[in-house]
């Protein structure tokens, strides 16, 4: 399997930017798909971004279209998810994850996830 560590998680307000990355280390980096789920109090782990192993292709969940871009250095073993226009909604855990399994969105098909790093959007 491969380690993943999230970082750049923080406290930023209504409209505010983020950018969160994810190192990774073990197994090799280009061997996987890479995703970002979330999970907020009280709710299940949800689907966020996800982009294939050579970053050639990228695809969001809808409520982050437009919004949040995903994007990978194999040559850094690192993904990153640049989060522009935040909302309060979008507070919540975050969790970088590896899959060998194409185009999925499940958490059931995750081979590894980080230990997530926290955003918090104020009102």
């Known amino acids: 399997q491969v380690q993943l560590v999230e970082s750049g998680g923080g406290l930023v307000q209504t409209g505010g930017s983020l950018r969160l990355s994810c190192a990774a280390s073990?197994?090799?980096?280009?061997?996987?798909?890479m995703a970002w789920f979330r999970q907020a109090p009280g709710k299940e782990r949800e689907f966020v971004a996800a982009?294939?192993?050579?970053?050639?292709?990228?695809y969001y969940a809808d409520f982050v279209k437009g919004r949040f871009t995903i994007s990978r250095d194999n040559s850094r073993n690192t993904v990153y998810l640049q989060m522009n226009g935040l909302k309060p909604d979008d507070t919540a855990l975050y969790y970088c994850?590896?899959?060998?399994?194409?185009?999925?969105?499940?958490?059931?098909?995750?081979?590894?996830w980080g230990q997530g790093t926290q955003v918090t959007v104020s009102s």
């Open positions: 073990g197994r090799t980096f280009s061997n996987y798909h």
């Open positions: 994850a590896a899959t060998a399994k194409f185009s999925s969105t499940r958490v059931a098909d995750v081979d590894s």
């Open positions: 982009i294939v192993r050579s970053g050639g292709s990228a």
